[in-house]
């Protein structure tokens, strides 16, 4: 799965139908272009975790963290 397609679905609102667990993930065209490696797929532990706060409409807000192994890298997206 790509990096980039996670975006995706966090804008149309569908946490539940993220990736969870080891995958191989894609790492996304604005990481890529800083740091030039091939774009490989790469493992990645994805979780998607509860967080304290709530959003402005008052529902609670979900944290999704996607840890690459092997490339010492963490991205963390509240939605």
Do not use: C, F
């Not at 569908?14 to 091939?38: F, N």
């Not at 967080?51 to 807000?61: F, I, N, T």
């Amino acid at each position: 799965m790509p990096e980039d397609a996670t975006w995706n679905i966090i804008r149309i609102a569908r946490p539940q139908d993220l990736a969870v667990g080891e995958s191989l993930m894609v790492r996304g065209k604005v990481y890529a272009r800083k740091v030039p490696r091939s774009l490989a797929p790469q493992k990645a532990a994805a979780s998607l975790q509860p967080v304290a706060e709530k959003s402005l409409e008052g529902s609670p807000l979900v944290r999704y963290e996607l840890n690459y192994s092997g490339a010492q890298r963490r991205l963390r997206i509240a939605d």
